[in-house]
């Protein structure tokens, strides 16, 4: 196992650090709303660990399992979300509007801080693969179907999430939904000249309007 850090690490970890700051806003509008978020996040924290706090990725790593480390990040972040998610809609799945509202603003945030070059459809899915979490480098869910000026199509080939929800018995659809509300937002922003569309059969695409 790799004992240094290099650029994919960091790269990973920010993904980790940008799932975590959701699971921040929720916490924040929850406790807002009155909802009982010190005994969730207590009985979360318990059950699915601690979020990194944003502490820089080379005080906290184990860098005698770097993989095994950030792998156990993602696993904690996704269960943690599941947990909250789902303890929120138990309470009034109205909630899920707000939910929805607060997932396209964490779109729109992610792509106003994304400096690359998305000018092609091709380059807005990489925008995006910056910010969204999707398992491990090495998990390759995400199979290339179809690149050109006018689309970008890919087939995603497992679902990572749905071990993770069941655990939190919650719904896996859920996240889906909420999900799709973010990269709405994601692509829409960070190039007006593509919209993002959800197809059959886990298929997906980037698409110019």
């Known amino acids: 196992m790799s004992l240094f850090l290099g650029k994919i690490h960091y790269w990973l970890y920010n993904k980790i650090l940008w799932f975590e700051s959701i699971e921040e806003d929720l ?9 009982p978020i010190t005994e969730w996040k207590n009985e979360i924290y318990k059950n699915f660990g601690m979020p ?19 792998q ?6 996704e269960l943690r979300q599941a947990a ?13 509007y707000i939910l929805m ?5 964490k ?22 693969n910056d910010f ?21 199509v890919w087939h995603t080939t497992m679902c990572l999430h749905k071990p993770y929800w069941d655990k939190a018995k919650g719904d896996v659809n859920n996240f889906y939904e909420l ?12 190039n007006p000249e593509y919209k993002f569309e959800k197809m059959q059969e886990n298929m997906q695409k980037i698409v110019r309007k």
């Not at 916490?27 to 909802?35: I, R």
């Not at 156990?72 to 972040?77: D, F």
């Not at 909250?84 to 899920?96: A, G, W």
Request: charged share 25%; with cysteine.
């Open 179 to 190: 999900r799709e509300a973010w990269v709405t937002a994601f692509v829409t922003t960070v």
């Open 132 to 152: 969204i979490l999707e398992g491990m480098p090495c998990d390759r869910v995400n199979e290339i179907i179809k690149s050109n000026d006018q689309e970008f």
């Open 27 to 35: 916490m924040n509008w929850g406790q807002e709303a009155g909802l």
């Open 52 to 70: 990194t706090q944003g502490k820089p990725l080379e005080d906290i790593i184990d860098t005698s399992n770097i993989h095994g480390w950030l």
């Open 101 to 105: 509202k607060i997932f396209t603003e």
């Open 84 to 96: 909250l998610v789902t303890k929120i809609l138990d309470v009034d799945v109205e909630y899920k």
């Open 107 to 128: 779109g729109v945030q992610a792509a106003k801080d994304y400096h690359g070059n998305a000018t092609t459809p091709e380059e807005v899915y990489h925008a995006l």
């Open 72 to 77: 156990g990040k993602i696993e904690s972040a």
